[in-house]
């Protein structure tokens, strides 16, 4: 016999943003279920891993008001959870020729000299300038995650790790998700499936693609690799933007390169090579030359990506008891508890003409 489970919001796919949107409608009271395809803590998605950056710098200030929430969301989330989450850098994103960087007290810097003085263990590439952003910092991304977890299942909220999406369709009050253990109908699904929203939701098909990427941490401890001598930083390149974490609270200095091979998901994502670990060492090195660049972890992940970087959320056209959420493109995770209450807003009736700029109705969905 099929078991069936009757809740007022499902929630399918609990990374940053599943899990997020969770926490929140359960702490508002509202009977939610939370289904991810994989065990907890599971490195097949985009949300593991230890560490994040998060920033106020952004190209467009069309982001600015949301980057704020965000910075107000994590503040919460520390406050509800009695967790340190985010640990204060700073960063420096060096670039050549002009940049579109931008934000609240963000400043140029052009002078060598203040670069050093700002960040000293990051040796800026020469003939590049800097935007120093002093907001920015490290998020504890296993550690959140794990708080949401627990937030949410004080409150209530039903988490079923480990069971398979067969499908859903909407049904006379709202919706009905199939799963391989059963049936769960709600009045609203959300569906935050990561690399797998394409197929949970074919509407979004043709404006995702998924990226294999690669990330290398080498040991903590390391003066070099530590705030005050070493934030947040990035390096625009032609050939992708490299991308480094410094080691805040014993994580380690961690580099990657926003930018890889395109990648089903349903094949388990592989690991770095040894020439790749070399490759990410050899960056490291260039950009930290104070470390050892000796890796204690190296990793490969998801990257969900929309051509123009912006995410999808919000009701479908067809479908307004379905609310897409694909906030990723590879800079999704800092406004995890953001996005979750936004969605968890719209799933209870609470209009969020702020995400007018990333709504699943500028996509024409």
């Known amino acids: 016999m099929t078991a ?30 939370g289904i991810d395809r994989f065990a907890a803590g599971h490195s097949r998605g985009s949300s593991h891993g230890r560490t994040r950056m998060i920033r106020r710098a952004y190209p467009n200030p069309v982001w600015n008001p949301l980057v704020e929430t965000a910075f107000d969301a994590w503040g919460a989330l520390e406050r509800a959870s009695g967790e340190t989450l985010f640990h ?183 690991p770095p090579t040894p020439v790749e670990v070399d490759a990410l060492r050899d960056l490291l090195h260039a950009f930290v030359p104070g470390v050892d660049t000796t890796p204690v972890e190296a990793a490969a992940c998801l990257y969900t990506m929309t051509e123009d970087k912006r995410f999808v959320i919000g009701p479908l056209a067809e479908v307004p008891e379905v609310i897409a959420v694909s906030a990723c493109s590879g800079h999704g995770f800092k406004f995890g508890p953001a996005i979750g209450d936004a969605v968890a807003d719209l799933a209870t009736g609470i209009e969020r003409p702020d995400l007018a700029f990333v709504s699943a109705a500028r996509r024409g969905i």
């Open 88 to 270: 204060r850098t700073g960063g420096l994103y060096a670039h050549e020729g002009a940049s579109q960087l931008q934000g609240p007290d963000c400043v140029l810097v052009d002078d060598r000299d203040r670069m050093a003085a700002l960040m000293p263990g990051f040796a800026v590439p020469e003939g590049y300038r800097a935007v120093y952003d002093p907001s920015a910092g490290v998020l504890e991304a296993e550690r959140a995650l794990l708080a949401l977890r627990r937030l949410a299942e004080a409150a209530g909220a039903g988490l079923r790790d480990g069971e398979r999406v067969l499908g859903w369709e909407p049904a006379s009050e709202g919706v009905e998700v199939r799963t391989d253990q059963g049936v769960v109908r709600a009045a609203r699904l959300v569906v935050a499936g990561g690399s797998w929203a394409g197929r949970l939701l074919p509407q979004l098909a043709n404006l995702l693609e998924v990226w294999r990427i690669l990330t290398v941490t080498v040991r903590a401890g390391q003066s070099a690799g530590s705030p005050p001598s070493l934030g947040a930083f990035s390096v625009d390149r032609p050939e992708g933007l490299v991308f480094g974490i410094p080691d805040a609270d014993g994580n380690g200095v961690k580099l990657g390169v926003d930018a890889g091979e395109v990648w089903d998901p349903e094949t388990p994502v592989a």
């Open 4 to 33: 069936v489970v009757s809740a007022d919001v499902v929630v399918l796919g609990l990374g940053i943003h599943g899990m997020s949107t969770v926490a929140s409608l359960a702490r508002r009271g509202v009977r939610v279920v």
